[in-house]
């Protein structure tokens, strides 16, 4: 319990640490919001009032937190652009990257743990060459390149699905599942490629320790020592590999977005950049950041379950 929360601590300073890195960061780069919405409107009388309304003459610590509180029960500010809460427009799109991430790490998962035990197993041979082969050219893609492929091949050519044919979710679910599976799939043919060369190595490593001769010189069958010791050592590395990628996925998910046009976190907030609207950029910052904070303290935790030498350590 102390190592859990020890981690789940360490996760709540690290997120405090980045809202006051993003909130101070946009404040010294952003300008004065009150001239960046008033426009061509903006007569010195109307900035400095509608500067006073939105507390920017306030001390800039005092905005921190107004801005972290306010963030705490769900008020993100209002978007410069489209002048509605920025909550409503965060909210709605965090289940399409999360949708699409989540579908991306299962289809990694399905995709190497089968490949890597069976390469492991028959290391050499011709098929585990191929596959190494293969493995190494699928490596060299970044995910927006797979995605680019995934479109001409699947999108264009064959007519699987239509690019840019994205279906919201409230409107057919298994429409935007679909429509899901080919971006997600871009996103997890590179990480299922590394999943399966370090899965092969580290079932490799771990069949020439002592112990698996051990059980061997007591008869066990091959397959028995294979899932019932090796494989329980093996994926130790693997898991914590698996937790980085779920991390790595989600900033996957914001460039293949833009391939698939797909409105999720990662196109609004490239928009909202273009479009200098920092309520937005700052909110979609943050969500993305507490993600991955979540996410990698989940897997570590569920490391030193696995492994308790960690917890102690």
């Known amino acids: 319990m102390k190592y859990a929360g020890k981690k789940v601590l360490t996760m709540l300073i690290t997120l405090f640490a980045v809202t006051l890195f993003v909130f101070f960061a946009f404040h ?29 003459n306030d001390p800039v610590l005092v905005q921190y937190g107004r801005w972290a509180f306010g963030f705490l029960k769900g008020d993100m500010g209002t978007s410069y652009s489209y002048k509605i809460p920025v ?5 709605d799109k965090i289940p399409v990257t999360l949708t699409l991430t989540v579908l991306a790490f299962f289809m990694m998962i399905l995709i190497s743990v089968p490949l890597g035990i069976y390469t492991a197993k028959h290391a050499g041979g011709i098929i585990d060459r191929t596959i190494y082969i293969i493995n190494q050219v699928i490596m060299a ?10 479109t001409l ?29 080919f971006p ?6 590179p990480k299922a490629a590394m999943a ?28 028995a020592v294979l899932y019932k010791h090796v ?15 779920l991390a790595d996925m989600i900033a996957g998910s914001i460039i293949i977005e833009q391939v698939f046009s797909i409105p999720g976190l990662g ?28 996410i990698n303290t989940v897997v570590d935790i569920i490391y030193g379950l696995v492994d308790p030498r960690i917890s102690v350590e």
Not at 141 to 150: E, Y
Not at 158 to 181: A, H, I
Not at 237 to 243: N, Q
């Open 87 to 91: 909550a409503e427009m965060v909210t």
């Open 28 to 56: 010294f780069i952003s300008g004065d919001p009150a001239t960046s919405i008033l426009g061509t409107q903006g007569t010195p009388e109307r900035i400095e009032a509608l500067r006073e309304e939105m507390g920017l």
């Open 141 to 150: 893609f970044p995910p927006f390149f797979a995605g680019i492929l995934i």
């Open 267 to 294: 196109r609004i907030l490239l928009t909202s950049i273009f479009n200098r609207d920092y309520p937005v950029v700052m909110a979609v910052i943050v969500c993305i950041a507490m993600l991955v904070l979540v």
């Open 184 to 189: 997600a799939f871009a996103i997890a043919l």
């Open 231 to 245: 494989l329980k050592n093996a994926l130790i590395p693997v898991i914590t590999f698996l937790g980085m990628t």
């Open 196 to 223: 399966v060369k370090l899965l092969r190595s580290s079932v490799i490593s771990e069949s020439k320790l002592d112990y698996v001769r051990t059980a061997y010189s007591r008869g066990n069958a091959t397959k």
């Open 153 to 181: 091949v699947f999108g264009r050519i064959l007519k699987f699905f239509t690019p840019g044919g994205y279906v919201s979710y409230d409107k057919d679910f298994w429409g935007f599942v679909g429509y899901m599976f």
